[in-house]
């Protein structure tokens, strides 16, 4: 497979002022395949350490943070020399050894020159919990699940992700249908690497809902392990009730459809847990469009899967519902396009989305992003219906230079009238499966 976030590792690997690496991303997501892979091909010495298996080296790194030491250790189990300019030091699983992880502020300070690189479960949760996390001594990068071109890439359709890349629309429209068919396609096996790859091997959608199922089953597992105790409860119930938050025509999160009686304060910390642990992303609304954008944060928000796959798999949606498209699927088709829109900005660009609602939420932009000095407002269809009452009147209001609407539809650009004096914005067509271009088309 190929991962788009390697770009970022060899980058880093080639920063001079580089730090110690902590990858992080929710459990199963390939943070290892990647780091491994990486290491195969920039370095000519790996040297691995799982601390889940390794207890020899877990009790070197807990005696004390003597880096010779540590590096003699390394050395030693490897059983190799370990030299700066050739070898990838990877510390794998290294939330089973907390000063592992705090040891990689002295390697920072005293070591530098070394090329290491870390990851683990649930690393996000130890970021602001005052246990020993290496605070800005370390250099940080995520990985999500595998974007839509990556899982074209994977399944051998290289060619298409090649024409999304050069924006060629009139190609990319020529084959509109297989674009939409293999989005279909991902909407249902998502990006988490075992399913695609058990798709890949297999062709059994049964056989990739079964790996999906496992994956949501580890979660559930480590809401029971790694979470306050007290805690769990409102985890787990919060955790089901996303699909039908999301299903909903109105997506902001309601507290009363975790349970009736519940209040903000009883879900703020479940929250934050499944946040830090990767497994939901917050769009937060704003009340204008405007920077700083944080500076006009309202209290609503919308909550996502970290998986639009998961998401059809913990809402035990049917495979054909999707594929064929029947009505089954039309009642959910809208959670699964703002699930997979939001997911493809954060993995393929980087950017936090927000949202604008009306109070009474009879007028929504689903998302807005900072593109130049615009704040931009998105608009996603799930299939080709272009009304778009809600978006001409934000962009009137706000006299918004550039809006997108993204759907099925095709590529076009087009002028949206905004008054009689012949004001208008300019309105993007982006399709929903050349998404991952948002951020690229202030040149187009």
Request: aromatic fraction near 10%; charged fraction near 25%; include cysteine.
């Amino acid at each position: 497979m190929k991962r788009d976030t390697i770009e970022q590792l060899i980058a880093w690997k080639n920063n001079p002022r580089r730090k110690p690496l902590l990858l992080l991303g929710a459990r199963q997501v390939g943070k290892t395949w990647l780091m491994q892979e990486f290491g195969k091909r920039q370095f000519k010495k790996v040297a691995y350490i799982r601390f889940d298996l390794n207890e020899r080296l877990r009790a070197s790194f807990e005696q004390d943070y003597d880096i010779p030491r540590l590096l003699e250790a390394i050395q030693m189990d490897a059983g190799f020399k370990v030299t700066p300019k050739d070898t990838l030091i990877i510390l794998d699983e290294i939330q089973e050894c907390p000063r592992a992880l705090t040891s990689l502020k002295y390697f920072c300070e005293e070591a530098r020159q070394y090329h290491i690189i870390a990851a683990g479960s649930l690393l996000g949760l130890y970021e602001h919990s005052g246990t020993g996390f290496p605070v800005g001594k370390v250099d940080i990068t995520h990985l999500y699940p595998m974007s839509f071109c990556e899982f074209l890439n994977a399944t051998g359709h290289e060619l298409y992700v090649e024409a999304l890349e050069k924006q060629n629309w009139q190609l990319i429209t020529d084959f509109s249908s297989k674009y939409a068919e293999l989005l279909k396609l991902y909407y249902v096996i998502g990006g988490m690497p075992e399913a695609v790859s058990t798709y890949i091997d297999t062709r059994d959608f049964s056989q990739v809902r079964a790996v999906q199922q496992n994956i949501l089953l580890g979660y559930q597992r480590d809401f029971s392990k790694h979470a306050p105790s007290e805690q769990t409860p409102y985890i787990s119930l919060l955790w089901d009730s996303i699909p039908e938050q999301l299903a909903r025509e109105n997506k902001k999160f309601m507290c009363k459809a975790v349970q009736p009686n519940f209040r903000m304060r009883d879900v703020e910390v479940a929250i934050q847990w499944l946040m830090e642990a990767g497994l939901i992303h917050k769009v937060v609304r704003i009340s204008k469009p405007a920077f700083p954008a944080d500076a006009y944060r309202e209290s609503a928000f919308k909550l996502f899967f970290l998986d639009v796959g998961l998401l059809g798999a913990k809402s035990n949606l049917p495979v054909s519902a999707v594929l064929d498209g029947n009505r089954i699927f039309t009642e959910f088709k809208g959670a699964l396009a703002e699930q997979y829109v939001q997911q493809e900005m954060r993995v393929c660009s980087s950017v936090t989305p927000y949202y604008w609602a009306t109070a009474n939420s009879q007028n929504e932009i689903d998302f807005l992003v900072q593109m130049g000095l615009d704040m931009v407002p998105i608009e996603v269809k799930a299939e080709t219906n272009l009304q778009a009452k809600s978006l001409k009147a934000f962009c009137k209001k706000y006299r918004c230079p550039t809006a997108i609407r993204a759907s099925m539809a095709p590529w076009c650009v087009q002028d949206m009238p905004l008054d009689a004096e012949g004001t208008s914005c300019r309105l993007i067509n982006l399709p929903l499966y050349a998404v991952s271009q948002i951020m690229k088309l202030q040149k187009a």
